[in-house]
């Protein structure tokens, strides 16, 4: 059963947006899970990740200090907040569920994956 990711959408530079990430099978309470993108024409890239307490973040260079990962367990669902956004963070936004307690950068250790959620950001 794949994640459900939703909150993608059309936003002028500069805006916002949230995205979440629902686990159906409500048993991804003790993994770490991420989110990646992919833009067009180029290979999917990590952008965050988050351990299964929810207290260690990881983010990569090109959005630190604008996006913020979270969870809540209690939900079955992991977010992904989006500020200032700009066109280079156009792309389809994946969440996943890692095999192990932490999140990851690499994207081999993800075991499930969601169907994906397209960002537009215009100029």
């Known amino acids: 059963v794949q994640l459900q990711a939703s909150g993608g959408g059309l936003v002028q530079t500069g805006g916002s947006l949230r995205l979440s990430c629902v686990d159906p099978?409500?048993?991804?309470?003790?993994?770490?899970m991420g989110w990646f993108r992919q833009a067009p024409g180029k290979e999917r890239e990590f952008v965050a990740h988050?351990?299964?307490?929810?207290?260690?973040?990881h983010y990569a260079d090109s959005v630190k200090g604008r996006f913020t990962i979270s969870r809540d367990n209690a939900k079955n669902t992991v977010y992904l907040q989006m500020n200032s956004l700009n066109p280079e963070d156009t792309a389809v936004y994946y969440c996943?569920?890692?095999?192990?307690?932490?999140?990851?950068?690499?994207?081999?250790?993800?075991?499930?994956w969601g169907q994906g959620t397209l960002v537009t950001v215009s100029s």
């Open positions: 099978r409500r048993t991804s309470t003790n993994n770490g």
């Open positions: 996943g569920v890692s095999r192990y307690a932490v999140g990851s950068s690499d994207a081999s250790r993800y075991a499930r």
């Open positions: 988050i351990n299964w307490r929810g207290d260690s973040t």
